[in-house]
C-alpha cells in the first residue's frame, strides 16, 4: 500500500506549487498563520478526498465489475499524472506581486479548485478498495506537509522551480498508477 502514499503526495506536490505562489506573494507569513493556512488547506482537501471516496463507495457495487474498478481507478489516476505533467510543462512563471489581501476565504477557494484531482484520486481509491482512514491519512499527511514548506519556502525564497516540482509530482502519480496496473492486473 505503500504506492498509494506515493500516489497522493505526488498529488500534493501539484498543491505545493499554488502554495508556493502564494507565499511568495504574501508581505507577512508568521509561522502560526502558516501553521494556519496549511491546517485549512489540509481540512478542505481531505473532505475533498472524502467526497469523492464517498461517492465512489455507494455507486461501485451497483455499477462496476471488481476488474473494471481496478481499470477505471488506474486509468484515471494515469489521466491526472498525464494532465499534471502537462500543466507543469506548459506553465508560465508567476509576477511575484505583494497579495495584501488574501484571506481565508480565498484560501479555501483556492483549496477547493486545486483539489479537484483530489476528488478523482478518493474515488479511484475507493474503487481500488483501500481503506478509507489509511487513505485519508496519508493524504492529511502529504498536504500538510507540502503546503506547510511551499508556504514558507514561496515565503522566503520565492516561488521558483514549479515546473521541476509539477513534473516529479505528476511521474511519481505515472510510475505508481503503472504499478497499480501491474498489481491489478497481476492479483486480481
Known amino acids: 500500500m505503500l504506492w498509494a502514499f506515493f500516489i497522493l503526495f505526488g498529488l500534493s506536490l501539484d498543491s505545493a506549487i499554488a502554495m508556493l505562489n502564494k507565499g511568495a506573494q504574501l508581505t507577512d507569513l508568521s509561522y502560526k498563520k502558516t501553521i494556519g493556512y496549511a491546517l485549512i488547506y489540509t481540512v478542505v482537501s481531505f473532505l475533498i478526498f472524502s467526497l469523492g471516496f464517498g461517492i465512489a463507495k455507494v455507486v461501485d457495487p451497483y455499477a462496476f465489475t471488481v476488474k473494471m474498478q481496478s481499470f477505471i481507478a488506474v486509468a484515471a489516476v494515469l489521466c491526472i499524472g498525464v494532465f499534471i505533467i502537462t500543466k507543469a510543462f506548459s506553465r508560465e512563471s508567476v509576477e511575484e506581486k505583494a497579495d495584501r489581501e488574501f484571506c481565508v476565504p480565498t484560501l479555501m477557494k483556492m483549496t477547493v479548485m486545486t483539489n479537484i484531482d483530489t476528488f478523482v ?54 510510475i505508481f498508477a503503472l504499478y497499480l496496473g501491474f498489481l491489478a492486473l497481476a492479483l486480481r
Open 121 to 174: 484520486v478518493g474515488a479511484c481509491i475507493a474503487l481500488y478498495g483501500l481503506p478509507y482512514l489509511f487513505s485519508g491519512a496519508n493524504l492529511a499527511a502529504a498536504s500538510f506537509f507540502t503546503v506547510l514548506v511551499s508556504l514558507r519556502v514561496g515565503y522566503s525564497v520565492g516561488a521558483g522551480h514549479q515546473r521541476i516540482i509539477g513534473m516529479i509530482g505528476g511521474i511519481m502519480i505515472i
